[in-house]
């Protein structure tokens, strides 16, 4: 999702899936929209050989760059992969079809708990299958940071004026201070909006720059002390730099799903069963979780984890007492959108 790993394999990848949308014309496939370097090229490759059903296979770099798409019917998918918050706005247009459970045996792997987080979202779950899950989170190295780092409002600390990295995104900048006022993250309320917008304005002369994936580069390289940061970015940068570490602050935060949704209009349904119903298997799912380090909900794949390291990380697969105060993002509507949109826009031009 938003959380594509920049890894320099992408080159080798690429050419490993096969044609585009358009170029699809073999009677026995599955037609799929993904987000960048989400799954492994090889997971694909043996579900062809198992099956014989070929895979075609799209990427997108956001959620709103794949919602138009489909929504104009541009290209006709037969599973797409979402986050949380889109698929609760392709539910309130009518996009998505139920999905037959009983063709998906391999679904009992995943773990309850997400399914019931899915609820925030899809919440009668008859139309997602969680493929990854995530937090936000402060990453901050222990060399250049002398304070506890606990909770949000480090990131307002004057000491660390231009070594602060925020998240060029709208829903998750404000849910920081929105969660340090106590307020839903998914509030519409204006006054909330604009006491949120009002704390980031506050904040903004203490940040060095607002971006997304360049806050693993940047914090890797250590030109910053702090940045707010994914989970799964967070595993990556701490392989690659020991003096990273990663806290869900006690206010609470963003817990992302990503999850599988069929289209309406899919062509190739029972085959999209047959796919998520692979993709659902332990072995499988581990491969996956593997190569994009974005946590699993397949409980059969986390059993399946050698590394015991890994196995119990707290930062892959965070305590319930860890997410006590975190919130999953939904769809607000048209007008929440917008009203965001404007107070966002406030912030960057302040």
Same mark, same amino acid.
């Not at 499988?284 to 946590?295: K, M």
């Not at 059969?300 to 006590?324: G, N």
């Given at each position: 999702? !938003? !959380?594509?790993? $920049? &890894?320099?394999? &992408? ?22 929209? #993904?987000? %960048? ?6 997971? =694909? ?13 799209? +990427?997108?770099?956001?959620?709103? =760059? ?12 037969? &599973? ?26 391999n679904y009992a792997n995943i773990d309850e708990k997400y399914i019931e987080q899915s609820k925030g979202f899809d919440p009668e779950n008859k139309y997602s299958i969680p493929y990854c899950w995530g937090t936000v989170g402060i990453l ?16 307002? #600390? ?14 998750? $900048? ?6 340090? &006022?106590?307020?839903?993250? #998914?509030?519409?309320?204006?006054? +909330? ?27 890797? %390289? ?9 989970? %799964? ?6 392989? +690659? ?10 206010? %609470? ?12 209009? $899919? !062509?190739?349904?029972?085959?999209? +069963? ?10 499988? $799912? ?11 909900? #397949? !409980? ?31 769809? =607000?509507?048209?007008?929440?959108d917008a009203l965001y949109n404007e107070y966002w826009d406030k912030v960057k031009s302040y």
């Amino acid at each position: 999702m !938003k !959380k594509m790993l $920049a &890894l320099a394999l &992408l080159a080798a990848v690429l050419p490993v899936f096969p044609a585009s949308v358009a170029q699809a014309k073999d009677k026995e496939e599955v037609v799929v929209y #993904n987000w %960048g370097e989400y799954m492994d090229p090889d997971v =694909i490759a043996d579900f062809e050989k198992e099956t014989g059903i070929k895979v075609v296979y799209e +990427e997108f770099e956001t959620n709103e =760059i794949m919602y138009p798409k489909v929504a104009a019917g541009a290209a006709q998918y037969d &599973l797409i992969c979402p986050s949380d918050y889109m698929i609760s706005k392709m539910l309130a247009n009518d996009m998505l079809q139920p999905i037959n459970f009983d063709h998906i045996p391999n679904y009992a792997n995943i773990d309850e708990k997400y399914i019931e987080q899915s609820k925030g979202f899809d919440p009668e779950n008859k139309y997602s299958i969680p493929y990854c899950w995530g937090t936000v989170g402060i990453l901050y190295n222990t060399t250049m940071v002398d304070d506890p780092v606990d909770s949000w409002e480090i990131l307002w #600390n004057e000491k660390y004026a231009d070594d602060i990295l925020m998240q060029d995104s709208v829903r998750d $900048a404000f849910m920081i201070p929105e969660k340090m &006022l106590g307020y839903d993250i #998914n509030t519409v309320n204006e006054d +909330e909006i604009a006491a949120a917008a009002q704390l980031l304005m506050d904040q903004k002369p203490l940040v060095q720059a607002y971006v997304i994936d360049q806050v693993r580069d940047k914090m890797i %390289g250590e030109e910053a002390a702090l940045g707010v940061i994914y989970s %799964g970015e967070a595993i990556y940068t701490q392989r +690659e730099n020991e003096n990273l570490e990663y806290v869900i602050p006690k206010e %609470g935060t963003n817990v992302w799903i990503d999850s599988w949704v069929i289209p309406k209009n $899919a !062509k190739n349904v029972e085959n999209a +069963e047959k796919f998520l119903d692979f993709l659902c298997r332990g072995d499988i $799912a581990l491969r996956n979780f593997d190569y994009i380090t974005y946590s699993t909900p #397949n !409980k059969a794949a986390r059993e399946l984890i050698e590394d015991e390291e890994i196995r119990e990380s707290t930062i892959a697969f965070p305590t319930e007492e860890m997410l006590a105060n975190s919130q999953v993002f939904v769809y =607000i509507g048209e007008e929440g959108d917008a009203l965001y949109n404007e107070y966002w826009d406030k912030v960057k031009s302040y």
